[in-house]
Nanobody, 125 residues
Framework: VQLQASGGGLVQAGGSLRLSCAVSGFTFDDYHIGWFRQAPGKERDWVSCIGSSVGGRTYYADSVKGRFSISRDNAKNTVYLQMDDLKPEDTAVYFC??????????????????WGQGTQVTVSS
């Protein structure tokens, strides 16, 4: 089982990045996918998640609502996190994770079974 997060980088405030989470080793369609982030010296925070089915429901943390958009391409076994209007406080390592517990995705990291290695996002002011 592997989740490979990519797409991070350095961007100025107001800019955009698109993160990808490529999944292999399990039936992608069956899993909810979540994005989390962790800034230096801080706890891991939930960012967004998308439910398992085609057209799965999407959810966002208040801090990113209206700026970030999550989507999935089941044909490519990939979930995307489009991040627009980035702010310095979005600076963190971003992780994707997979879960098939319960009927919908969750904001709780403990409910996720598989995690990717993370990709660094740095937003300069």
């Amino acid at each position: 089982v592997q989740l490979q997060a990519s797409g991070g980088g350095l961007v100025q405030a107001g800019g955009s990045l698109r993160l990808s989470c490529a999944v292999s080793g399990f039936t992608f369609d069956d899993y909810h996918i979540g994005w989390f982030r962790q800034a230096p010296g801080k706890e891991r925070d939930w960012v967004s998640c998308i439910g398992s089915s085609v057209g799965g429901r999407t959810y966002y943390a208040d801090s990113v609502k209206g700026r970030f958009s999550i989507s999935r391409d089941n044909a490519k076994n990939t979930v995307y996190l489009q991040m627009d209007d980035l702010k310095p406080e979005d600076t963190a390592v971003y992780f994707c994770a997979a879960s098939r517990r319960y009927a919908d995705c969750s904001m709780h990291g403990r409910l996720y079974d598989y995690w990717g290695q993370g990709t660094q996002v740095t937003v300069s002011s």
